[in-house]
């Protein structure tokens, strides 16, 4: 297994559907020491919780009625979380703040920056991790990455 060794000034971001760390490395390839550089969480209730109606029908034939699923707000919540992350990472990448990034995110989160995230940043990024560390201290980060 491959130790993953972050240069002094990397980024790391940290994500799920609803919440997002973003640290910087001040250590070097041999010792990382990461600092909080930006979070935010987003308050994205359950679909449940949302008072969704019932799912709506419509014809097949005369005799026959069809459904249409139910609307996962949560869900649509949390891509639009991940894709707002895509356009700040992109702001960021276009003042010049980072010249590596690293993203560990869940597999869901993972796939929609991929799709969302621009040229300017994709260039940027030397690593992934995907795993779901977004409730997980600093700490564990930065074993966790060490033994990526």
Request: aromatic letters at 6%; hydrophobic letters at 40%.
């Amino acid at each position: 297994m491959d130790v993953m060794k972050l240069k002094n000034g990397t980024w790391v971001i940290v994500c799920d559907g609803g919440k997002f760390l973003l640290l910087e490395n001040n250590g070097d390839e041999a010792i990382m020491d990461l600092r909080v550089v930006a979070h935010d969480t987003s308050d994205n209730p359950m679909t449940s919780a949302q008072g969704t109606d019932r799912p709506g029908r419509f014809a097949i034939s005369p005799d026959r009625r069809g459904t249409t699923q139910e609307t996962d707000w949560h869900q649509l919540a949390e891509t639009r979380f991940a894709e707002d992350l895509a356009g700040m990472l992109d702001r960021w990448a276009m003042e010049d703040r980072f010249s590596q990034l690293v993203i560990v995110a869940d597999s869901r989160t993972l796939g929609v920056l991929r799709a969302a995230l621009t040229d300017r940043v994709k260039t940027r990024v030397c690593g992934e991790v995907q795993k779901d560390y977004a409730h997980r201290t600093i700490a564990f980060m930065e074993e966790a990455l060490a033994k990526a």
